[in-house]
């Protein structure tokens, strides 16, 4: 599996939770995972996955990429990301290769990796989230990168990890009925709760608390201070609520925030929970961005969510939490810029009173890990050496 990972915490965790699906439905099934996540050491990894970190780049502002820890031109680090790719899907030697939201990859790092196992027969896939972007924004970003031809040349499937009610995230993409015919909707991943639990000691408050999460944090700010007001405003709020800051956030920013927790009996903040899945279990209701992920959290534990998407480099939050609430899935809050502390404390006041996702009956919504098994038991039985999912699941139950 590949996944470029530049920042944040998304493509990983979606990554990984593929790649714990498969391990575990096929005994003899071993998953490596290419990325360039500088925190993916900090995860679990269950038995037969493993991964291989490339060298870390980060998008500047302006578009541009950096090289994220090394002192050297980016255009050296693409170089040898692009050569570990390749040099380690030539030694792994895959049945099947899939590539997660990039069909190049980074730059088109992936490229000649793509070539290279095509030559060899190797079943290649392109795993999509639900939701990409708006099409008037996606269209022209695909077009410069050339992807559609590369669709049809190295691809033989494409996985969307979602459902077409929720969105089609190729709308508006002129793409050909023989690339077309190549998707899959999944469902959503369906999450569980980890063997270990997260070992997290709670100072001021207990449950049942309301989780705030941002997933990595590099622009999560601006959702945390929204509750912070509100807890700052109306001391009698109900619920207490645990922050998660993620580990990408501005540290400064951190310490501005940790301070105004500090001051609040209702509050408590940590930085990072790699087994966040406990957590949300635990949780009374969430406060969210809307990220993948943390929708497949919402949908897996039945939880009630107040969803606040960014909209900007993207509107892919946006558009999946638009496209949740009109079905009644979740709640969404639109920060406009004021943060009203009243309007942020009424919502957490109605937040345990909102429906369940289980009260809305989507067929389908949660099918993604045994969607995800069969489609690759498919490949994997074409890709010369005889392997099968089926097979080695009936085995385990035997």
Partial sequence: MYSHDSFGLGHLRRCREIAHTLA???????VLILSGSPIIGSFDFRARVDFVRVPGVIKLRNGDYT???????????????ES???????A?????FIVDKEPLGLRGEVEGTLAMLKERGTPCVLGLRDVMDEPGLLAPEWERKQVVPALARYYDDIWVYGLPQICDPLEGIDLPDSVRKKMTYTGYLRRTLPEAAAQLTLEKIQDPFILVTVG?????????????????????????ALLILGPFMNSEVQADLQARVAKLDKVEAIT??????SLVDQAAGLVCMGGYNTFCEVLSFDKR?????RTEPRMEQYIRASRAQDLGLVRMLRDDGTRDARLMATALRNLPQQRRPSEVVVPGLLDGPQNVVRLADHWLEQGGKGLSLADSAKQGQA
């Fill in 92 to 96: 792994f030697d895959p049945d099947l």
């Fill in 305 to 309: 969510a107040l969803v606040v998407p």
């Fill in 216 to 240: 990595g944090g590099g622009d999560g700010e601006a959702i945390v201070d929204w509750v912070l007001r509100a807890y700052e405003s109306d001391p009698d709020l109900p619920n207490p």
């Fill in 272 to 277: 990072f929970e790699a087994r966040i899945e």
């Fill in 84 to 90: 570990i790719i390749e040099h380690t899907a030539k």
């Fill in 24 to 30: 575990e439905a096929h005994k003899a099934l071993s």
């Fill in 67 to 81: 090289s994220l820890a090394l002192h050297i031109d980016v255009d050296q680090t693409m170089a040898m990301r």
